[in-house]
């Protein structure tokens, strides 16, 4: 596959817009834009961060001539809904193949890459398994809690998160070292009062039912480019699990691996070459949603 050069351009647009969620809950949507994109991105954010974290991806990938979308999802960042709180999966894939159709038709002419950082990699397998991503045109793995929960707990661990149904909170337990070992990302983590620290108890029943989703999938859930991003070691995801799920559900998938040894790849040193990476990916590995089969 030829290469592209990657050129740098201004960053004229950054913006936040509310979009009603099919309940009406108000769903934040930031944007970053150059003046002329070549491509497109759109994010899907773990289950503590929020769009916000793009503080310094969005503006790196939009000087390198890509768009970004990033949706905060309900309960979390700037977006509607109570703290925390997913009342069942449904809605929140229903959110974000509303959220994903509008911003596809605000840029219809630019190939589609849809990215899922952590817990987002499994609503987004989710949200292929249910067919709604059918106007996209690559996607993008990192670091994926993709089969966590089954990598976690037994079968019956697994009916009792299924069976959760209450709104008592409960302590998200990983710990911000977890994430990144720089100082000023740890910093910034600290003080950031739209990070989730606590969560319902039918926010982990929802965790199930996103992988509940794929797992039941009979086979490959698109044929278009995929590719898979990871540290070389993840403190928070086993990337053993993470793999072998993906390679059943995409089994064309590529890997990058990048060498550091801490979840986030955007706060870590590795974040540069990250993001050169996936402008490529975006650049050069996107088709015309026609071209190949979903």
Avoid at 128 to 156: I, K, N, S
Avoid at 197 to 221: S, W
Avoid at 257 to 266: I, T
Wanted: hydrophobic share 45%; charged share 20%.
């Amino acid at each position: 596959m030829p290469e592209r050069t990657v050129t740098h351009h201004t960053v004229i647009d950054h913006d936040v817009f509310d979009l009603p969620a099919p309940d009406g809950t108000p769903l934040a949507v930031h944007h970053w834009s150059p003046a002329d994109p070549a491509a497109a991105v759109f994010y899907l954010h773990g289950i503590q961060s929020h769009a916000g974290w793009l503080f310094e991806t969005g503006p790196a990938l939009a000087e390198r001539g890509v768009r970004v979308y990033a949706v905060d999802r309900r309960g979390s960042g700037r977006s509607g809904g109570t703290r925390g709180d997913l009342a069942d999966a449904r809605t929140v894939l229903d959110d974000y193949a509303l959220a994903f159709a509008h911003v596809r038709d605000r840029s219809p002419k630019l190939p589609f890459t849809v990215v899922g950082q952590s817990l987002g990699g499994s609503v987004l397998a989710a949200l292929l398994a249910r067919g709604d991503l059918r106007a996209a045109d690559a996607f993008v793995f990192c670091a994926p809690a993709l089969g966590q929960q089954r990598a976690r707990h037994g079968a019956d661990g697994l009916g009792a998160l299924r069976a959760l149904t209450g709104t008592e909170r409960v302590p998200v337990p990983l710990a911000d070292e977890d994430y990144t070992d720089g100082r000023a990302y740890l910093a910034f983590m600290a003080n950031d009062h739209l990070m989730l620290r606590q969560t319902t108890l039918r926010t982990r029943a929802a965790m199930v039912a996103f992988e509940d989703g794929y797992a039941a999938a009979p086979g490959p859930v698109t044929r278009r480019p995929v590719h898979l991003a990871v540290p070389q070691s993840d403190p928070i995801i086993d990337l053993g699990a993470a793999r072998a799920v993906l390679a059943r559900l995409a089994p064309q998938s590529v890997e990058r691996s990048f060498p550091v040894r801490r979840h986030f790849l955007e706060f870590t040193e590795a974040r540069t070459a990250y993001w050169s990476w996936l402008v490529e990916v975006a650049l050069r590995d996107s088709c015309p949603a026609g071209s190949v089969a979903p």
